[in-house]
């Protein structure tokens, strides 16, 4: 693989990368961190790239395992996840603008306090819209347990959701 290659196939995949170690580690220097080793891992091993068949599960599965080898290895505190205002424009009252706020930021805080393996199918299938296939290859699980855990999660926080929206929380 030559650099220009590399530059079309693989670091188009870095903020995705991005993501997904950032959501198992919650730290976003430690995220950058690994993402970083992840591209330069996959730069020395270049000349081995043209045997695999998809690059970006490969790259996935290489973030997935460096970050979780990072939650081993260190102890700390995992931060609170904040969300950041959208850049565009909107175009409802500014009550429906902060209800839809609370609810995007509650339910950021349920996923967050998912267990990792749960937290990571969200992830990778309803934020970066993995195939269920892609994502049993890189959890190296069957595609059958990805969808019955993904079905359990979204439950698990559906009913969080009716719970607080039946007592008024949100």
């Known amino acids: ?29 430690e995220a950058e961190d690994i993402v970083q080793e992840v591209l330069l891992k996959v730069w020395n091993n270049r000349l081995s790239l043209a045997d695999i068949n998809n690059p970006a599960a490969y790259c996935t599965v290489i973030t997935k395992n460096a970050a979780f080898d990072r939650l081993r290895q260190t102890s700390y505190k995992i931060p609170h996840i904040s969300v950041e205002p959208h850049d565009a424009v909107d175009l409802q009252t500014p009550q429906a603008n902060m209800q839809r706020k609370e609810r995007q930021t509650l339910i950021i805080r349920l996923i967050a306090a998912l267990p990792n393996d749960k937290r990571m199918l969200i992830q990778l299938r309803d934020i970066e819209g993995e195939s269920y296939q892609d994502i049993a290859r890189i959890l190296n699980i069957s595609e059958s347990k990805v969808k019955t855990d993904l079905f359990r999660a979204r439950q698990s926080l559906k009913q969080q959701l009716d719970k607080m929206n039946a007592y008024g929380r949100i």
């Not at 188009?12 to 976003?28: G, Q």
């Open 1 to 29: 693989m030559e650099l220009n290659e590399f530059k079309q196939s693989i670091l188009p995949l870095k903020d995705k990368l991005f993501r997904l170690a950032l959501c198992i580690v919650r730290h976003r220097e």
